[in-house]
């Protein structure tokens, strides 16, 4: 997909998406033999639920059709959330990975895997866990040090209301 198409998608959909009060994370044209695909990749900080992706869905397909914006031929509309390995470009993505298990690639190639704290507009707090026995230690990470973060999936991870209800 050429940069001008998918700009000028950007610039179509992304009012649209935010009157639905979410964020316009990805556009991507894929194109496979005959066939398009849109995929729209769509967030906010309370997450998408499916009434609000089938919401925004509707009115994209809608205003896709009254323009010529995908030209001539047929395609299909995906649109869904980042998912639950996502890489964190934007300071949206960091505050709303708060708590969660990251991947840290650093500019000087090294690599670190912390839960993020807190995130102000320098960078981010963390802590690592501790290894064989050892107490988590907090780190601070700026992001002009931050190559590529990446949300890291946890089976085991007890919640907020798990971990209250035993301190109780």
């Known amino acids: 997909m050429s940069t001008t198409q998918s700009e000028r998608l950007r610039v179509l959909l992304e009012p649209l998406v935010s009157s639905q009060g979410l964020d316009l994370e990805e556009v991507e044209v894929d194109s496979v033999g005959r066939k398009r695909v849109l995929r729209v990749v769509v967030d906010s900080d309370e997450g998408a639920d499916l009434d609000a992706i089938a919401d925004v869905s509707r009115a994209l397909s ?3 059709d009254e323009t010529d914006a995908m030209g001539e031929g047929e395609y299909t509309l995906e649109v869904g959330t980042p998912g639950a390995e996502r890489e964190l470009k934007e300071h949206r993505h960091y505050v709303r990975a708060t708590d969660r298990l990251v991947k840290f690639q650093l500019g000087d190639g090294g690599e670190l895997v912390a839960r993020i704290l807190d995130v102000d507009e ?27 973060a990446r949300v890291q999936v946890e089976f085991n991870r007890k919640n907020k209301n798990e971990e209250n209800a035993e301190e109780a």
Not at 122 to 148: H, N, Y
């Open 62 to 64: 809608a205003k896709l």
């Open 122 to 148: 320098e960078g981010v707090d963390v802590e690592v866990p501790g290894v064989k026995g050892r107490k988590p230690t907090a780190k601070r990470l700026v992001f002009q040090d931050i190559a590529k």
